[in-house]
Antibody, heavy 119, light 108 residues
Framework: EGYLVESGGGLVRPGRSLRLSCEAS????????MHWVRQAPGKGLEWVSG????????DYAASLKGRFTISRDNAQNSLYLEIHSLRPEDTALYYC????????????WGQGARVTVSS | QSALTQPASVSGSPGQSITISCTDT????????VSWYQQHPGKAPRLLIY???HRPSGVSNRFSGSKSGNTASLTISGLQAEDEADYYC?????????FGTGTEVTVV
């Protein structure tokens, strides 16, 4: 059973930046592609960004490209998401999720980090 | 870019079967790219069906997945009160995911 624990969320002013972290345990972190999925209040799931198991390739939702940066540190079993120029519409619960390399589904979900963008 | 459409809500009585559809506006492709997730209020989603038809260990055999043409489906048989939740289909795009619009299941 894998465990993912997010941190770094909070109340942020529009235009500021934020860095979310996710610490993984209970599975071989470097066997898994990692992603961020967000859920705005009362809304559905939205894939945000993903990074391959070795960090060699990353991808972003088209509407979010340019403001989000995903990265990972396999030595620390950690995943990160930097969000710049925060907007009120970025307000959401941000889930860290893991999908094993070469598979098509998400095995593990964190409990989420809440980000609220408001002045 | 795919867009996955699900019915906003589906309801059923205890013991009944319900089916949730997930229709791709383009081409849903192979069923092995489709997964389904269940989300109870205030909880993180959990994997329910992977590769279109397979259940992870620990998931009840009352849940089953299928695909026909451009539509993937999740069937819940013998509906129980604990099945009240939101359900999302998901299509894997190689390095990304597209989630369906989500379906709220109510047990009446």
């Amino acid at each position: 059973e894998g465990y993912l624990v997010e941190s770094g969320g909070g109340l942020v002013r529009p235009g500021r930046s934020l860095r979310l972290s996710c610490e993984a345990s209970g599975f071989s972190f470097d066997d898994y592609d990692m992603h961020w999925v967000r859920q705005a209040p009362g809304k559905g799931l939205e894939w945000v960004s993903g990074i391959t198991w070795d960090g060699s390739h990353s991808d972003y939702a088209a509407s979010l490209k340019g403001r989000f940066t995903i990265s990972r540190d396999n030595a620390q079993n950690s995943l990160y998401l930097e969000i710049h120029s925060l907007r009120p519409e970025d307000t959401a619960l941000y889930y860290c999720v893991a999908g094993k390399f070469s598979t098509s589904y998400i095995d593990f979900w964190g409990q989420g980090a809440r980000v609220t963008v408001s002045s | 870019q795919s867009a996955l459409t699900q019915p906003a809500s589906v309801s059923g009585s205890p013991g009944q079967s319900i089916t949730i559809s997930c229709t791709d506006t383009s081409d849903i492709g192979s069923h092995i790219l489709v997964s389904w997730y269940q989300q109870h209020p205030g909880k993180a989603p959990r994997l329910l069906i992977y590769e279109g038809i397979h259940r992870p260990s620990g998931v009840s055999n009352r849940f089953s997945g299928s695909k026909s043409g451009n539509t993937a489906s999740l069937t819940i048989s013998g509906l129980q009160a604990e099945d009240e939740a939101d359900y999302y289909c998901c299509l894997y795009g190689g390095t990304s995911y597209v989630f369906g619009t989500g379906t709220e299941v109510t047990v009446v």
